[in-house]
């Protein structure tokens, strides 16, 4: 487009009411419960030894949750294991009373006692597996593909 041809208001020297307004936006974003270090030495500058006291602050909060989770990983090893044995007290009552019932002439009641036991046992089994797979999908899904 030639000068000629532009309109009277793109020509400031004719038209002294138009203005130019140059405006610059900077936006800056952070991820994480530590501000950024350009942040932090805002921080100091206004607050000195606020640097010291957030990042006490967080060592700490990381600190509570580390505990918090290695006591909830010991607390369901127990209950397994715990669940394990009660399994194996049952399983172990059932299939004596299933020999039990075979030795006093109670063939059926005996057999079927026995089957029953082992059955739940089986299909116990193999729900705990299909739970945790179904888990580790779940998991899956929430944490990002690393590439």
């Not at 004719?14 to 501000?35: D, Y």
């Amino acid at each position: 487009m030639s000068h000629k041809n532009q309109p009277p208001y793109f020509n400031n020297k004719k038209n002294p009411l138009l203005q130019v307004e140059k405006r610059e936006t900077h936006i800056s974003a952070s991820a994480g419960p530590i501000p950024s270090a350009d942040e932090l030495a805002k921080y100091e500058a206004v607050s000195p030894g606020i640097t010291q006291i957030l990042l006490s602050t967080y060592q700490r909060q990381v600190n509570h949750r580390i505990e918090i989770e290695s006591s909830v990983v010991k607390q369901n090893n127990i209950n397994s294991a715990r669940g394990q044995t009660y399994a194996f007290i049952i399983v172990l009552v059932a299939m004596v009373a299933g020999f039990a019932l075979i030795i006093f002439n109670k063939d059926v009641a005996g057999l079927s006692t026995i089957i029953f036991a082992l059955a739940g046992l089986v299909g116990t089994f193999l729900y705990g597996r299909s739970q945790e797979k179904k888990e580790r999908i779940e998991k899956a899904k929430q944490v990002p593909e690393i590439k």
